[in-house]
């Protein structure tokens, strides 16, 4: 088997797609089991979370239905596993050089309320496989796949899940291997999924501006963008820009799991801008065990991997001088 290079875009028969393609419709996961039937307390934790008003009927938000086919920390019971189907389609994408991924979109279909005490099942088929795409993030294959979900042995619901498996735009950058790595194939930084809700932010980002939604109805301030206001409904909005200046709010210190594109320890924080919006960060120019609730920090931007710019902040306590 010689990896075709199906990374580069080049034309030619499309030979990884037709061995992708026999998957098509073959089972992904059979017989999963949600680990809790349908609950109030889990409804509740869910609005609660999500700013979702607690449906007056008592039965679950729509929207949830993929929260009860989830296995938790725990993991999914023994038998629940997704196919070796699914398996071998990741399988002869990696061996392409389609070695990254994400997650593109998901639809749902909402044929029954879920009500409390509802015992849930699923099942989920490879759905489909595109043929060969070259995107901004690179060329690779588009997997769908369906979960059907039951409720007491009904059909309540289906969920849609969209990934695009390829090979990253750019060739990997071979100044600084780890020491662990494996060669040609270099850890990159988890990817934003770039939409049309968010697009103007991630493009301000690219300008060293992080912009702050505004409704226009309302004035209220939203961070990270939305399509509408959630204190007016209003679908209207402008933005202003970040001064900059911020205070860590709340953060954690990674120390697991290790994931080859970071290098913990590292503090991830919530930083509260002084407009009063929160956003997630990393924390420079202090060291990871200096980093503290109240710590005043002011707005930087990190370019990742050549590809894409974040923001970050600069302790303004420490590194001085
Ligand atoms: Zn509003």
């Given at each position: ?5 199906a990374?580069?875009?080049q034309?030619?028969?499309d ?9 098509v419709?073959?089972?992904a ?11 109030e307390?889990m ?5 609660e979370?999500?700013?979702?008003p ?9 929207t949830?239905l993929q ?24 399988a002869l ?6 070695t990254?991924v ?15 005490g509802?015992r ?6 490879i ?10 993030l ?5 997997v ?21 498996k390829?090979?990253?735009?750019r060739?990997?950058d071979?100044a600084?291997?780890?020491?662990d790595?494996k ?7 988890p990817r ?7 697009a103007?932010?991630w493009?301000a ?15 209220t ?10 204190a007016?409904?209003c ?20 120390h697991?799991?290790?994931f080859?594109a ?23 120019g ?15 931007f ?12 600069r ?6 001088g």
């Amino acid at each position: 088997m010689t990896g075709e290079a199906a990374g580069n875009g080049q034309d030619g028969p499309d030979e990884l797609y037709e061995r992708l393609a026999v998957h098509v419709g073959q089972v992904a996961a059979a017989g999963g089991e949600g680990k809790d039937p349908v609950n109030e307390p889990m409804i509740r934790h869910w609005c609660e979370a999500m700013g979702h008003p607690v449906p007056a009927d008592g039965s679950a938000p729509a929207t949830m239905l993929q929260v009860w086919t989830m296995g938790g920390l725990s993991g999914h019971t023994a038998g629940t596993a997704r196919s070796s189907a699914y398996d071998d389609v990741l399988a002869l994408l990696d061996e392409a050089g389609c070695t990254s991924v994400v997650a593109t979109d998901c639809e749902q279909e909402y044929l029954r309320p879920l009500r409390p005490g509802d015992r849930i099942t699923y099942d989920a088929v490879i759905e489909s496989i595109s043929p060969r795409k070259t995107t901004k993030l690179g060329t690779g294959h588009f997997v769908t796949t369906r979960m059907d979900v039951q409720a007491n042995g009904e059909l309540s619901g289906t969920h849609r899940f969209r990934i695009l498996k390829y090979a990253p735009a750019r060739p990997p950058d071979p100044a600084s291997p780890r020491a662990d790595a494996k060669p040609a194939v270099r850890a990159t930084r988890p990817r934003p999924v770039v939409n049309r809700d968010n697009a103007g932010y991630w493009e301000a980002l690219e300008r060293h501006e992080l912009l702050i939604q505004r409704c226009t109805g309302c004035g209220t301030l939203r961070l990270p963008w939305l399509p509408g206001c959630n204190a007016c409904g209003c679908p209207d909005w402008d933005t202003v820009p970040a001064a900059g200046a911020g205070t860590v709010f709340s953060y954690v210190v990674m120390h697991h799991p290790p994931f080859p594109a970071f290098d913990p320890p590292y503090a991830v924080a919530l930083v509260e801008l002084a407009e009063g919006v929160r956003v997630l960060g990393n924390v420079t120019g202090v060291p990871y065990d200096k980093v503290r609730a109240g710590l005043p920090v002011t707005l930087d931007f990190l370019t990742v991997d050549g590809e894409f710019t974040l923001p970050v902040f600069r302790s303004v306590e420490a590194g001085e001088g």
